[in-house]
């Protein structure tokens, strides 16, 4: 049997370019592969499944693979491994057998890393079994099936169950599964390196406000690195050693330090790979083989600051790639082929009672890039504070000789947020500060206050740069 367009991999990238190739062209015949028994569900919201915030692991499920397949006339194959692609003679070999192509989009999105530390400690998860039933990632719903089977399968037994968990890492996904936990009586701490949580997009200042908040709630926050598990006689997890040479008892442990693009497959094939080795695209999610497109968080995307391209592995932006990939896959002779338009890292989370969130490029992150960087930063008001208006730490990261807006992070009560999407668009209109500072907002004692912290951190800009 031939696939015209072969698609491995499903969720947000792999099935909407898979609903985008079949919209484009009614008669192509398309085949999704998957290794995961699920293709298309809602990954953000996981966490809350873990901690039981959402009640069924259905409810995240946006289609079955039958759904999916039915809705979209695609021939789906959910729990089939790609293991090699031979692209000279168009074949994937698959764990349910060879599969001949004509065109070949790679939605394999990333996986979870494990540390050295924890890999190599004898006996534990290794990340490619599950010989460790109380260690885990959280990557897909097979994953978050497993976690809230232990926590489920555990509450009835006689030793109380899970009483406490330990986190590796202080990322988004770290404080989701903590907050979730904590909110239904877990005992958490979590281990993060010198306790700068949310490090990929906050300075020290503002996460130190988020450590403050898990406190309150019970958190443990401690400033190390995880060195090694101590594990009983049956298997069961007792601790985690961490590089201080302290022992935490534990009975669950989630490693949630990081992902990096899952790219075997395409290496193999001998595409280009980035440096941070991820499958190379041009704006049209064509890898280096015409006959090949790639998308989600597999690839690197235009990067609307720098023009170069960026890893910014997020749902909206694998959906968006996927659209442009499975449309170009399609496209029809004579027809103008679809672009990827330049993206912008938007990040938010929100947990122990606080939004924390950043847009653009941190501080570091800009000077690296070679602009003359500048911060402000500066705590002003979530609304009007005679009817209870909140502290909101806001960060602005510029470029001095130009004012262009480079940046921004922030951590506040509930809805601050929401601010980086205006910064998220700015930037991406290469806006500068004194165009922000102009920016008309809304005002409303309940909603916002008069002068927003946005509109102050880039007045403060203005200044700096007036006084040069």
Sequence with gaps: MKADILIVGGTAAGTAAAAEARRRNPDVRIVLVDSNTDVAYSTCEMPMYVGGDVASAADLTRFSPASFAQEYAIDVRSGVRVL???????????????????????????????????????????????????????????????????????????????????????????????????????????????????????????????????????????????????????????????????????????????????????????LALTPGGAVQVNEQMRTSRSDVW??????????????????????????????????????????????????????????????????????????????????????GASHARLLGGQDVLLRLVYDEPSGRVLGAATVGPPGSALRMNTVAALIRLRGTVDDLEAADTVYHPHVAPMHDPLKVAARLAQKSREER
Aim: hydrophobic share 45%; with cysteine; proline share 5%.
């Design 84 to 270: 090699s692609v031979d692209l000279k003679s168009r074949v994937a070999r698959t764990s349910d057998g060879d599969l001949r192509f004509d065109r070949l989009i790679l939605a394999t999105g990333a996986r979870a890393t494990v540390p050295a530390a924890l890999a190599e400690d004898p006996g534990t998860w290794t990340g490619s079994d599950r010989r460790a039933p109380d260690v885990h990632v959280l990557r897909n719903l097979d994953d978050a099936r497993a976690i809230r089977g232990l926590f489920d399968e555990r509450a009835g037994q006689s030793d109380g169950g899970v009483h406490h968990a330990v986190i590796v890492g202080g990322g988004f996904v770290g404080l989701e599964v903590a907050h979730a936990l904590r909110s239904h009586d877990v005992r958490v701490t979590v281990v993060q390196p010198e306790g700068h949580v949310l490090s990929a997009g906050l300075p020290k200042e503002q996460a130190d406000r988020m450590v403050v908040a898990m406190q309150h709630a019970d958190v443990a926050v401690r400033p190390t690195r995880a060195v090694g598990m101590d594990r009983g006689p049956d298997g069961r997890i007792l601790a985690l050693r961490t590089d201080d040479g302290e022992q935490i008892g534990c009975q669950f442990v989630l490693v949630a330090t990081g992902i990096v693009p899952t790219s075997e497959l395409a290496d193999g094939m001998g």
């Design 294 to 379: 790639a998308c989600g968080d597999v690839v690197e995307l235009p990067d609307a600051i720098s023009g170069g391209s960026i890893w910014v592995p997020l749902a909206m932006n694998a959906f968006r790639s996927g659209r442009v990939a499975g449309a170009n896959a399609a496209r029809r002779p004579g027809t103008r082929p679809e672009r990827m338009m330049p993206v912008v890292p938007a990040f938010a989370v929100r947990a122990f009672g606080l939004d924390a969130a950043y847009a653009g490029l941190r501080l570091d992150e800009a000077r690296a890039a070679g602009y003359r960087a500048k911060a402000v930063d500066m705590t």
